[in-house]
């Protein structure tokens, strides 16, 4: 396991724009990021697998989020435009499957 630190999180009003960072203590192949919102399971959002550079979106996030990694730095971004209220969670950045990151609050004022 590697440990996540994610930070970027805040307060932004709909329409508004955030940048979420992740990174990573060692090497990693599968980067994501995970939301739970308040009474909600924890969902999946977007991954990004550095052995093929495939990327994948939830439904409710394409065309909005776009996932990026830096892999000299260990990095995972998370790059969220046109926020609406309903993008409030607090997301959580996963590696491989098996390691998690504290998470941090994304808030959006309608």
């Known amino acids: 396991q590697v440990q996540l630190v994610e930070s970027g999180g805040g307060l932004v ?16 192949n599968a980067m994501g990021w995970f939301r739970q919102a308040p009474g909600k399971e924890r969902e999946f959002v977007a991954s990004f697998i550095r052995s093929t550079g495939l990327t994948r979106y939830a439904d409710s996030v394409k065309g909005r989020f776009t996932i990026s990694r830096d892999n000299a730095k260990n ?5 969220m435009n046109n926020l609406k209220p309903e993008d409030t969670a607090v997301y959580y950045c996963n590696a491989d499957q098996n390691s998690w990151g504290q998470g941090t609050q994304v808030t959006v004022s309608s």
């Open 13 to 28: 009003q709909a329409g508004g724009s955030l940048r979420l960072s992740c990174v990573a203590s060692g090497r990693t």
């Open 75 to 79: 990095t995972v971004y998370l790059q």
